[in-house]
């Protein structure tokens, strides 16, 4: 009964993952290559020209329309001068033309482990355009400093050095209005801050909204097992006060969104890296989202002001262009954490990860940590653990009395159903107790899956040796050929199936899990080994204590 429950698991299981992998790839798969690209050249930046309207005045309850694309174009110009910007986690480019964010490479994350080239969020190629575009708009038909007009720069190179903040104003003048609009960046920090110094030098009010707008031209990728990072979300995301919603682009419910947000924040999010916009906490701002093939474009627009002739007003609100750094993302608003993990999953996989940050303070290697937190897991466990090693030591002593028992009724098999559970009455044994650390254990291995894959802290994290990046699988092959020797193990120390092609089959199966896990992360499969090799400890001794016991009567 307990080597079928077993057996049962194990096929539903691996039933389980060949459907995931079965439907990702159907769901997923999608014309890539020459063509793709062909076609996504072709389309011109029609999101990327359009500029958000502010929002409707408060005495009016009606939303405000969408607008329409205006006849020129708005999309950074080839021709507008670009303002490179240095610090010590990015490289940047900034185009003069509305202020917008066109490039941006970062310095401490390469696109391959061990090779030299960085890791790129913003950019201007046509095949895969991705654009952070902030400005000033207004209900007026007046000039505004929106991602179409032209900024003056002091300098088109500025490097921070050896200070802690470097400063980036530019400058836009028409009809006795001037806006200074100052990106901010600070040592360490993938917040950029982002602020308007509004003055009105002419003779009429001046009514103005501040907007930023996520612009991306996203073709969709093919899902590869081979690969379980190419089935992470990228795509639109927001977060509207209250909880964290992925806006997919594919979804007529989301091709036009429109809501009304105050402390919330947009993103697109990509597996371990964003580019996010966090406006004010006590300001509402109109979030609306637009999509086209496979262009997509997420803004939001705040209050409209009014500056009076002679006054001057501050606006400002903050980007975060960078990796999905835990420490990073909370210090911008803790609400942005969940831009790293989310989901059901993310209810064991934030704990999960905090110790496993934790661990690592003090070790200063994932790997370790990963190994110190199956030891501790291990413990938690234990109880359960050891009632269950207990029960099938006790099983596999019984086996002979099992094995004539099911000889003596092999053609009755009423008979044999109650004395096999006489026998488990009268030993004490429940031979279902085996399965149960497994089952329960499975939330926890998931979570472990969940941490490696989008916890940008173990991106490209090396272990030892072989292993430069736990969050990539093996590349020798070596951790699933252990884990497939520790599964062989595992079976030779539990009790045998009494059925000979069961026992087949799950000789078998520690091979089967192995080649299925080849592709998993690294650090998942270290998880498992380690995990594995601690049951093996713990079942040897209960093993070992029950046999000495049974001598001794």
């Known amino acids: 009964m307990s080597n079928n429950f077993r057996l049962y698991l194990w096929i539903a299981l691996a039933a389980l993952l060949w459907i995931n992998y079965t439907t990702w790839t159907a769901e997923f798969t999608q014309p890539t290559g020459p063509a793709a690209a062909s076609s996504a050249l072709a389309k011109p930046s029609s999101l990327a020209n359009r500029i958000p309207q502010s929002q409707a005045p408060a005495a009016q309850s009606a939303p405000a329309r ?90 088109l190179t500025y490097r921070l050095g050896d200070a802690k903040e470097l400063r980036v104003p530019l400058t836009w003048s028409n009809d006795g209005i001037t806006v200074t609009k100052t990106f901010i960046f600070q040592r360490g920090s993938y917040r950029i801050g982002l602020q308007y110094a509004i003055e009105n030098h002419s003779a009429s009010p001046w009514r103005v909204s501040q907007y930023a707008q996520l612009f991306r031209n996203d073709p969709r990728t093919k899902v590869s097992y081979f690969n379980p990072s190419s089935r992470a979300y990228h795509g639109p995301a927001i977060w509207n006060g209250k909880e964290y919603v992925q806006l997919d682009p594919t979804s007529s419910e989301y091709q036009h969104y429109q809501r009304d947000v105050t402390g919330g924040w947009i993103a697109v999010p990509q597996l371990d890296f964003v580019s996010a916009v966090v406006p004010r906490k006590d300001s509402p701002y109109r979030f609306t989202s637009q ?50 993990l989310s989901g059901w999953f993310a209810i064991l996989a934030r704990p999960l990860f905090w110790v496993l940050s934790q661990v690592h303070r003090v070790t200063g290697n994932w790997g370790v940590a990963i190994i110190v937190v199956t030891f501790l897991l291990k413990l938690v466990f ?76 173990l991106r490209q994290a090396p272990f030892i040796f072989w292993i430069k990046d736990l969050s990539a699988r093996d590349p020798y092959f070596i951790l699933p050929a252990i884990m497939a020797v520790t599964g062989f193990l595992q079976f030779k120390l539990n009790p045998a199936p009494p059925d000979p092609i069961q026992a087949k089959v799950m000789m078998v199966m520690p091979v089967a899990m192995a080649a299925l896990f080849a592709f998993f992360p690294s650090g998942l499969v270290l998880y498992y080994v380690v995990n594995s090799l601690l049951s093996i400890a713990q079942q040897w001794n209960i093993n070992r204590r029950i046999a000495t016991a049974t001598n001794r009567k």
């Open 382 to 457: 234990y109880p359960l653990s050891e009632a269950s090693g207990r029960s099938m030591a006790k099983m596999k002593a019984l086996g002979p009395r099992i094995k004539s028992i099911q000889e003596m009724y092999k053609d009755d098999k009423e008979k044999l159903s109650r004395a096999m559970i006489d026998i488990y009455k009268r030993e004490k044994v429940n031979p279902v107790s085996g399965c149960l650390p497994m089952i329960l254990q499975l939330p926890v291995f998931i979570a472990f899956y969940w941490v490696l894959l989008y916890s940008v802290e």
């Open 66 to 155: 969408l607008p329409a694309t205006p006849p020129a174009t708005r999309a950074p110009s080839a021709k507008a001068p670009l303002i490179h910007v240095r610090t010590d986690v990015y490289d940047l480019e900034i185009s003069t033309q509305g202020g917008t964010l066109v490039k941006a490479d970062l310095l401490k994350y390469t696109r391959v482990t061990g090779k030299p080239a960085r890791l790129q969020l913003e950019n201007t190629n046509p095949a895969t355009e991705y654009l952070l575009q902030t400005g000033l708009t207004g209900p007026d038909g007046r000039a505004y400093p929106n991602q179409g007009a032209l900024y003056r720069a002091a300098h």
């Open 291 to 340: 999509a086209s093939g496979s262009q997509y474009a997420l803004s939001a627009v705040g209050p409209t002001h009014t500056v009076a002739p002679g006054a001057t007003l501050t606006l400002g609100q903050s980007l975060f262009v960078g990796p999905t750094l835990h420490s990073q993302l909370e210090k911008t608003d803790p609400t942005l954490t969940y831009l790293a």
